[in-house]
């Protein structure tokens, strides 16, 4: 998977959370908010490992930057990853109540 692919997907999720904040009110548009902010650090972390790899290999970059901003997406990407398997989880735990 390319990091551009992980981006797109990250955005579509941060897409989604504007959705909420249009639509509901109070506690909603602050997790709505928090999502989109948890989101928005997740795309910055995976371009500057994106950009630090690109760097190293034109020679301009050191191998401890690199790691270190891989490192941090990698960790990123496990916190987002996480996050919509929450949300995932909660909604079918809704959708499977009776009313």
Same mark, same amino acid.
Request: glycine share 8%; proline share 0%.
């Given at each position: 998977? =390319? @990091?551009?692919?992980? =981006?797109?997907?990250?955005?579509?999720?941060? &897409?989604? %959370?504007? @959705?909420?904040?249009?639509?509901?009110? %109070? #506690?909603? &548009?602050?997790?709505?908010?928090?999502?989109? $902010?948890?989101?928005?650090? $997740?795309?910055? #972390?995976?371009?500057?490992? &994106?950009?630090?790899?690109?760097?190293?290999?034109?020679?301009? %970059?050191? =191998?401890?930057?690199? @790691?270190?901003? @891989?490192?941090?997406?990698?960790?990123?990407?496990?916190?987002? =990853?996480?996050?919509?398997?929450?949300?995932?989880?909660?909604?079918?735990?809704?959708?499977?109540?009776?009313?």
């Amino acid at each position: 998977m =390319t @990091v551009s692919a992980i =981006t797109s997907a990250i955005q579509s999720i941060a &897409e989604q %959370g504007k @959705v909420s904040v249009q639509s509901s009110k %109070g #506690a909603a &548009e602050s997790f709505s908010a928090s999502l989109q $902010a948890a989101g928005a650090n $997740a795309i910055g #972390a995976l371009q500057n490992a &994106e950009t630090q790899s690109m760097a190293a290999l034109a020679g301009q %970059g050191s =191998t401890r930057d690199v @790691v270190d901003a @891989v490192m941090s997406a990698e960790q990123s990407l496990r916190i987002a =990853t996480g996050i919509r398997d929450k949300i995932v989880s909660a909604y079918l735990d809704l959708t499977r109540m009776s009313i």
